[in-house]
């Protein structure tokens, strides 16, 4: 900094030269050097008569810089140089003239700013995790990028660290390498090989070396800084193509972060990139320097933003607003003292009387505006000074409060106690109202809807954007939609005018207003439908044990039929045949199984057999012989196949069938039974040829339903249960003039066997 600080006005011939006496890119275009044709690699053999040579421990610009300096204190106003150029040899006069401010702030003081940038960014990677892999690389790439910046300029003046330039030089090419291939975190080919980021930063070590070494013994580098200058470029523009690709290649939140480091970290890297491919091609220097110096300033402020918002440190600290906004302030100021202190010495005053005066102003107008803005706030704002506090305070509250009463009360509260104002007041709508009210902006406050809608023993409220007079303040609190209330303030005491920051929070407070009603009135429903629950559970308690004991009713009545039957022939008739004893039998039995499933409140399970379908119509016939009369059953069936099914179960499916299909034919009406085989099985068709179904032909296996007069509708759903619960399919249908119920049975359940067997 002393030296960059000597060089501010200092006489020189209109270029600059490296240490091997070669011209240098670093420069403004009006300069002479450049004007007369000069171009990064000429290099100046001889000046004033003096040889540029180089010794151990002197470099060749050494020469060049004691011929200016004489020169300049014996008053000559121009030294001669002879350059030795792609083109051959050329003798050039150049004129002595004072550094100028815009180049000396671009060049000294501007590199020297970026440089403290990446050294407080390598700082602040430290601070948030000292032994993340990924902060310790990107803290030692930024060191390295400031010790390169730092050196810049002394390389090109006053030399005395050129070591310590050759090093960065031959270093930060693979740190940008190794950097590359750690954001967001460690490629594959690192997380398994470690030793490839050893191995390449070894490399530039030896660079490094190579270039110390050459230095020692007093040899030119240029041939070694060509190789460096070539990793640079080569360094820059694969640390941004490596980030394109894996941005690419991301997906879901990995893409979202990598994102975010490509427009951050890529751009400036391609600039600074750019810039050195120029220099070393000999462009022009103005192009070198609008490239690579703003890009240069903003690589480490992006990196370090990109790196903190996404936490690719792994830190997991919690980002501080007030010291983010000290640190911001303070870069402010340096850029204002830069900017102020650049216009003065531009300007032509001397560069220590524009940083005393610059520095101590731009501190005390940064500390003005602060004031400025905090009082005006506490003044003009107060609402914005009140913001989070109050959103807090009522927040709390309102997490207490399920009551829509006590949510209205607590706003009314919260408002009251920042804002100056006559009164206050917030109108509850009742649901009902609220639900007239038609559509507006969803969970919002302020929304659009319907006018009319009208709460209880309240005049009607124009809905609508919040009006806004120096009378009072209205809006209206709604929740998808629904009007939950309104939120109407008075004038502000003295007549003040509301601001934009007291409408921004009332309509906070009204968002979070609403969404305590809305809470409110969930939880209310919520308690209503858990009761309507409890008393639906009660009902269907009661509604099970009715259709339990009507379908015990059913099953019991064919039953008591055939006894009944039996019994009312008489004493003059009272013998039985063998059939109607079997039969009686049977019946006695099934009822004494109903009994015993009824104690268990389940469903019985099905105790299969195989069955003749012949026996089982006739035992259908038999249980209805009272309701036949002398009708008889038109059944198509033989004694061949064998049905595997529940005898009991069956029975009670075609006994429920016939019964239903003798009601349908009425006393000149035929029914009838056909066991139609088929492929996969067989078809068990009752059919009658009554008018067909009454009322809703969807509904007539549903329990309850039922178009008879005296009817149950218990009937056919009990046939549909028994039906499904033997994996077989019933279905209703009108043809040929007769209602059929075909039952469908697949073939497991089909046999020609005459064999019976339990399954």
């Known amino acids: 900094m002393r030296n960059a600080l000597s060089w501010y006005e200092r006489p020189f011939p209109g270029v600059l030269l490296d240490p091997d006496g070669v011209v240098s890119s670093v420069g403004l275009p009006s300069w002479e050097g450049f004007e007369k044709g000069l171009r990064y690699p000429d290099r100046v053999i001889a000046v004033n008569g003096w040889r540029l040579e180089s010794t151990a421990g002197r470099y060749r610009a050494s020469t060049w810089d004691a011929a200016v300096e004489q020169a300049a204190r014996e008053g000559r106003r121009t030294v001669h140089a002879r350059v030795e150029t792609r083109d051959g040899l050329r003798d ?15 060049f000294a003081a501007g590199l020297m700013v970026v440089a403290s ?17 990924l902060a310790r690389a990107f803290a030692g790439t930024a060191l390295l990028c400031a010790l390169f910046q730092f050196t810049l300029f002394d390389y090109h003046s006053s030399r005395d660290l050129v070591p310590y330039f050759h090093v960065a030089y031959a270093l930060v090419p693979t740190r940008f390498f190794i950097l590359a291939l750690r954001l967001p975190d460690d490629v594959p080919l690192i997380a398994r090989y470690p030793s490839c980021a050893r191995i390449t930063g070894a490399l530039g070590g030896l660079l490094a070396a190579g270039l110390l070494a050459w230095h020692a013994m007093g040899w030119t580098t240029v041939a070694l800084r060509n190789v460096c200058g070539l990793l640079f470029v080569a360094s820059f523009f694969f640390f941004a193509i490596t980030l394109v690709i894996r941005f690419v290649m991301a997906e879901g939140d990995r893409r979202r972060t990598l994102r975010a480091l490509l427009l951050a ?40 933003v990109a790196a903190i918002r996404y936490d690719l440190w792994g830190s997991r600290a919690l980002l501080s607003r007030p010291l983010t906004r000290i640190i911001i302030a303070g870069m402010m100021v340096a850029l ?53 506090p109050t959103i807090e305070q009522l927040s709390e509250e309102l997490t207490l409060v399920i009551d829509p009463e006590e949510v209205a009360t607590a706003v009314e509260r919260t ?20 639900d007239a009210a038609g559509a507006g902006a969803a969970g919002s406050a302020g929304g659009e809807a319907a006018p009319g809608s009208e709460a209880s ?15 009072e303040l209205s809006l209206t609190v709604m929740f998808r939609g629904r009007l939950l209330g309104v939120l109407e303030v ?18 906070t407070i009204g968002n979070q207003a609403a969404l305590a009603l809305a809470h409110a009135h969930s939880y209310a429903e919520l308690e209503r439908q858990r009761r309507e629950q409890a008393a639906a559970w009660r009902d269907e308690r009661a509604a099970l044990i009715e259709t339990l004991a009507a379908e015990i009713t059913h099953e019991v009545r064919y039953p008591i039929n055939f006894f009944r039957s039996v019994f009312q022939r008489g004493p003059s008739n009272h013998s039985l045949d063998a059939e109607e004893v079997e039969i009686g039998c049977e019946e006695v039995e099934r009822l004494e199984r109903l009994v015993m499933g009824l104690r268990r409140v389940t469903h019985r399970k099905l105790e299969r057999r195989r069955l003749s379908v012949e026996e089982l119509v006739s035992r259908a016939e038999m249980l ?12 198509r069936v033989s004694a061949t196949p064998k049905l595997r099914c529940d005898p009991d179960q069956a029975t009670q499916v075609l006994v429920n069938l016939l019964s239903n299909g003798l009601d349908a034919a009425g006393d000149k009406g035929t029914i009838g039974v056909i066991w139609a085989p088929k492929e996969g099985g067989a078809e068990l068709i009752v059919w009658d040829t009554g008018p067909g179904i009454a009322g809703d032909a969807s509904r007539i296996f549903a329990p309850w339903y039922t178009t008879k007069p005296r009817g149950t509708g218990l009937g056919l759903a009990i046939t549909h249960r028994i039906v499904r619960a033997h994996g077989w399919t019933i279905d209703a249908e009108r043809r040929d003039g007769a209602t059929r119920f075909v039952i469908s049975i697949p073939a497991a359940d089909v046999s020609k066997t005459a064999e019976n067997e339990v399954a």
């Open 415 to 434: 408002v009251a106690r920042w804002l100056p104002c006559e009164w206050v007041t917030f109108r509850r709508v009742t649901v009902d109202a609220a």
């Open 457 to 471: 023993d309240e005049r009607i409220i124009g809905l609508g954007p919040p009006e806004v007079s120096a009378s």
């Open 336 to 388: 204002t003292v830069i900017v102020c202190s650049a216009s003065a010495g531009y300007a032509g005053l001397p560069l220590i009387g524009a940083l005393k005066v610059a520095a101590p102003a731009a501190l005390v107008s940064a500390g003005l505006v602060v004031f400025a803005l905090s009082a005006s706030d506490r003044t003009l704002f107060p609402a914005r000074a009140e913001y989070k």
């Open 92 to 106: 050039v006069e150049l004129t002595l003239v004072p550094f100028d401010p815009l180049a000396w702030w671009f």
């Open 265 to 304: 970290m890529a751009p400036p890297h391609i600039a600074i990139g750019l810039g050195f491919m120029l220099a070393i091609l000999s462009v022009s220097a103005s192009t070198l320097m609008w490239f690579a110096v703003p890009a240069l300033a903003l690589t480490p402020v992006s990196s370090v």
């Open 117 to 133: 940038l990446y050294v407080g960014a390598a700082l602040i990677a430290l601070t948030a995790s000292p032994r993340g892999k």
């Open 490 to 507: 008075g004038k502000k005491r003295g007549g003040a005018l509301f601001t934009s920051e007291d409408l921004d929070l009332l309509r």
């Open 624 to 635: 209805l012989r009272d309701q036949l009369g002398k009708r008889r059953i038109e059944a």
